[in-house]
């Protein structure tokens, strides 16, 4: 195939947007994001949804979350996750799940962006029973902050927040930074990137250097339905991992 073929398929999918592909990414996108890569955004579910969210990444680890919005501007959830589920060798789960709470303070307008408060206790990637913590930490308690713009090219989302995890040793933990931002491309994808401080991590055993930049690409399947490629530490700044790696994401969201 060459590789003007190559560029029309390319075109093909992100052109591609049937009415029925709407899910949380892209121009024609009904549902708000939650994530930008790892840290929480001011986005919640409506009132009465549900969202089914599964993370798959190295080593063979595989991570579901459940969460709801019983009532308005509220999101309650509980996750789990292990590694070595796929593949071989002993899986390692990570005991004790994790809690998602959050509550939108304040609704986005016209000047001010939305914010949310919120407690996050699933971190990513393995978990060291030894050590008690995610290769990346929880968010913990955080509140996050989201503007959405429309331009010219599409609409742009900025995100960023303050948390603090349980993670960290009582003398090493600290409050947290994160930036991100989310962009449209066509009706159906959406490019995201987010830059975690990681300021509370002083574990070389982990961190060679502070600071991950994550990013992702979200396509809308269908109603309800995103699928989340993502490449992570692209900064390399963890020492367990010897370059950046992927991980594969899918999301359902519906009513109950």
Known sequence: MNLNKYIYIIMILLTYSPTFSQGSAGEKAIYETRFIVDMPTAGVLEKG?????????????IMLQ?????????????????????????VNWQGIPGVHLRYRIID????????????????????????????????????????????????????????YSF???????????????????????????????????????????????????????AKGITLDFQARDLLENMTMNKAFNRAVCLEYISRF
């Open 66 to 90: 459940l969460d709801a919005s019983p009532f308005s501007d509220f999101l309650m959830g509980i996750s789990y996750s292990g590694t070595n589920i796929i593949g071989f060798g002993a």
């Open 49 to 61: 949804n549900f969202a089914i969210y599964t993370n798959a990444f190295y080593p063979g680890g």
């Open 167 to 221: 993670e960290p040793s009582k003398n090493e933990n600290f409050p947290n930074l994160y930036l991100g931002i989310e962009h449209s491309i066509g009706k159906s994808f959406a490019l995201n990137f987010e830059f975690n401080a990681t300021l509370n991590d002083e574990n070389k055993k982990y961190m060679s250097n502070k600071g991950l930049i994550n990013a992702s690409l979200r396509w809308s399947l």
């Open 108 to 163: 986005e307008t016209l000047n001010l962006p939305a914010f949310v408060l919120g407690i996050n206790t699933q971190g990513r990637g393995d978990f060291s029973s030894s050590e008690k913590r995610f290769q990346t930490f929880s968010p913990g308690v955080f509140i996050s902050a989201s503007k959405n713009y429309s331009w010219a090219l599409g609409s742009v989302a900025f995100h960023g927040g303050i948390n």
